[in-house]
């Protein structure tokens, strides 16, 4: 059971170029979220599924572009990055149907973008 | 205003310390909340759920203020390991979306 697991790492963009964030949860989770954090801040919700085939829009949206078209995966695009989107993004799943009061959230291991 | 709202810290404790963060939320109709711990460059974590009647995890105890949206988190013989970030985070619901909004951290730094 490896959890929810975040590729890459680590990544150096320049600006214009695009990219896709992978995150993969084996704890058959409905639920999937990406936010960012930048220093000193705490998380923003970028945008969020509540299941497969589902999408929606968080706080801050702009610039990113998201897919589930299987339960397990949830990718993170950026179409055409820019220097404002260096941060650490965090995937995170939680809510299952067996147990739907389990709220809790589990986060991948971020990965650390730098658009130059 | 920010929906989850924290002390900014940071807090600088010796060891053995009993140290304490608050944390309001602004939206009346939230109905889960958790304290999440996160160490330098890594990912948050679980540290434990905040229940209306209060709870507690050895040294650490929880408390929720539905009247004025109001949690807390207490640390009692603080060690140099709960050195760390400490996140509120409130969860709502609408009709078919779960959402956590996280507050920005409290820093805690416990010295020797």
């Known amino acids: 059971n490896a959890g929810v697991t975040q590729t890459p790492k680590f990544r150096v963009l320049k600006t214009g170029q695009s990219m896709t964030l992978l995150c993969a949860q084996d704890?058959?989770?409905?639920?999937m979220y990406w936010y960012r954090q930048d220093p000193g801040m705490g998380l923003r919700l970028i945008h969020y599924?509540?299941?497969?085939?589902?999408?929606a829009k968080g706080e801050v949206p702009d610039g990113y572009n998201v897919s589930r078209l299987k339960k397990q995966n949830f990718l993170l695009g950026l179409e055409s990055a820019a220097p404002s989107q260096t941060s650490v993004y965090f995937c995170?799943?939680?809510?299952?149907?067996?147990?739907?009061?389990?709220?809790?959230?589990?986060f991948g291991s971020g990965t650390q973008l730098s658009v130059l | 205003r920010k929906e989850v709202e924290q002390d900014p810290g940071p807090f600088n404790v010796p060891e053995g310390a009993t140290v304490a963060f608050n944390c309001t939320y602004s939206n009346s109709a939230s109905q889960s909340f958790f304290w999440y711990r996160q160490d330098c460059r890594k990912e948050p974590k679980l540290l434990m759920s905040?229940?209306?009647s209060g709870n507690e995890d050895g040294r650490f105890t929880a408390q929720l203020n539905r009247a004025s949206q109001y949690i807390s988190l207490l640390i009692r013989d603080s060690k140099l390991s709960d050195s760390a970030t400490y996140l509120c985070v409130v969860n709502s619901f609408n009709t078919n979306a779960g959402k956590s909004t996280f507050g920005d951290g409290t820093t805690l730094t416990v010295k020797p």
């Open positions: 704890m058959n989770h409905e639920y």
């Open positions: 599924s509540v299941g497969e085939g589902t999408t």
């Open positions: 995170a799943s939680g809510k299952d149907r067996d147990q739907p009061r389990n709220e809790k959230l589990f």
């Open positions: 905040v229940y209306s």
